[in-house]
């Protein structure tokens, strides 16, 4: 079956401009996880939903990101006046079922502020 | 708070020849351990986990890891290394203060040559 996918696969962007990424996770996987990865860094966890509902976002840097996951599917994960800092491989993943500690990721978002 | 560890940054073995990627972890309580592997321009791949049962853990493409509670280690290991193996492993731990989001090292590249 198909797995999570991202879009877009790279973005590039300007300091002080506004970013939406996108999620489409395994379907009928209720948990979502964003994480981000640094270059030469493993990934880092930024917020986790249950469903609708984001059960953690202890891990989302400032509030200059948020994300939402409006119908317990798809997710958005958004970036306001974004920082030569922001960029990254920004990474998503879904689990579910019996499964649910088993993460799988997407390809990620490649996102290059200038 | 729940961390683990990559001694090594780059491991280099000759293909036909045994690897181990070595991994330590600290937690509080039983943990929860994970192998993922990441292709260049690719997401991470899920290998195998440890959740509890037996010591020695098999997982995808060949792949085993051992779980040493006394030495607090997961170290990643297959009999005999291809080429294609060449790639950045993570090791991460799921942070069983904070829901179900995964800490990861900072990732061994695996050379195998030929």
């Known amino acids: 079956g198909a797995g999570v996918s991202q879009t877009p696969s790279n973005k590039v962007t300007e300091k002080g401009k506004y970013v939406e990424l996108r999620c489409d996770p395994i379907?009928?996987?209720?948990?979502l996880y964003w994480y981000r990865q640094s270059l030469g860094q493993g990934p880092e966890f930024l917020i986790y939903?249950?469903?609708?509902?984001?059960?953690?976002d202890s891990g989302l840097p400032n509030d200059r990101f948020f994300a939402v996951r409006p119908e317990g599917s798809v997710s958005t994960l958004k970036i306001q006046r974004t920082e030569r800092g922001d960029s990254a491989v920004y990474l998503c993943?879904?689990?579910?079922?019996?499964?649910?500690?088993?993460?799988?990721f997407g390809p990620g978002t490649r996102l290059t502020v200038l | 708070a729940q961390s683990v560890a990559q001694p090594e940054d780059q491991v280099n073995v000759a293909e036909g020849n045994p690897l181990t990627v070595k991994c330590t972890y600290s937690?509080?309580?039983?943990?929860?351990l994970f192998w993922y592997v990441q292709y260049p321009n690719r997401g991470l791949q899920f290998l195998l986990k440890?959740?509890?049962?037996?010591?020695l853990v098999k997982g995808s493409y060949g792949f085993e890891a051992e779980f040493n509670k006394s030495q607090t280690s997961f170290h990643l290991k297959k009999p005999s290394a291809l080429v294609s193996d060449s790639a950045l492993y993570f090791c991460?731990?799921?942070?069983?203060?904070?829901?179900?989001?995964?800490?990861f090292g900072a990732g061994t590249i695996l050379r195998v040559k030929s």
């Open positions: 993943a879904s689990s579910a079922g019996l499964e649910i500690d088993t993460q799988y």
């Open positions: 379907s009928g996987h209720t948990a």
């Open positions: 939903f249950q469903g609708t509902g984001a059960a953690d």
């Open positions: 937690v509080s309580g039983n943990p929860y």
């Open positions: 440890y959740i509890t049962g037996d010591n």
């Open positions: 991460a731990v799921r942070d069983m203060e904070y829901g179900n989001k995964l800490v």
